[in-house]
């Protein structure tokens, strides 16, 4: 099973719009850390976010804003009045402990192709 | 600050020859990572080194892919013989500390490679 789901292969947006794009995980660990990427055509992974698991507080960060619901599985990224530069494939990614030790795998989502038309 | 730097940037080859990806990780970074990445996929992991010792090849094709980080610095990986199935991005990535994939990636552009 999909351990990290992001539904939307491909969203596309007028700028000026606001877009969400949904991630949800599955993990039977109690202590797992949350991230997302971008990644522009350059192809360059650019770190965004990262979230633990006890920490349920949403952040924003300028035009982004993330809601992490823990009932719910879900780690959801917003970014508010979209813009042409924001045109990249995102990626939502579980960090999870394999054993007792700390020998954590990454475990990233297909990505959502985010395209922002003028 | 230099970030993560890769080449060759595009390889291509015929199938049966080798290709060999290198990468100089982030100054200080003790944690290196090589993906590869297919298109319309996330990335999957081959190796992790933390400083010269390979913690996790689990997913490294033994049979025709190698890895080294001599120094614990920069990296080098080897396919020899390459196959079709091999074109892709090969990615690297490093962080700081060795906890491993707790903390941000700091990735570099990549290595497109292409198998004819």
């Known amino acids: 099973a999909q351990k990290v789901t992001q539904a939307q292969t491909e969203i596309s947006v007028v700028e000026k719009e606001d877009v969400t794009l949904d991630c949800v995980y599955e993990t039977r660990d109690t202590t797992y850390y949350l991230f997302w990427y971008k990644q522009p055509p350059s192809g360059e992974l650019v770190f965004l976010i990262r979230r633990n698991s006890f920490d349920e507080q949403n952040e924003i960060s300028g035009r982004y804003s993330w809601n992490f619901q823990k009932s719910t599985s879900s780690f959801n990224f917003t970014i508010t009045a979209s813009q042409v530069v924001d045109s990249a494939v995102y990626f939502c990614?579980?960090?999870?402990?394999?054993?007792?030790?700390?020998?954590?795998?990454?475990?990233w989502g297909l990505g959502t192709s985010l395209a922002v038309n003028p | 600050e230099a970030g993560v730097v890769q080449s060759p940037r595009y390889k291509i080859i015929e199938k049966k020859q080798p290709v060999a990806f290198w990468c100089n990780p982030i100054s200080g970074h003790n944690t290196l990572y090589w993906y590869l990445q297919n298109l319309g996929q996330g990335p999957e992991l081959l190796i992790r080194y933390e400083n010269e010792e390979a913690v996790d090849d689990s997913q490294l094709p033994k049979d025709r892919f190698s890895a080294e980080r001599l120094k614990g610095v920069d990296s080098t990986l080897k396919i020899q013989p390459a196959e079709l199935g091999d074109s892709a991005v090969y990615l690297c990535?490093?962080?700081?500390?060795?906890?491993?994939?707790?903390?941000?990636?700091?990735f570099g552009e990549g290595s497109r490679l292409t198998v004819l």
């Open positions: 990535a490093s962080s700081l500390g060795v906890a491993g994939h707790t903390g941000e990636l700091f």
């Open positions: 990614a579980l960090s999870e402990a394999l054993n007792a030790g700390n020998n954590r795998k990454l475990i």
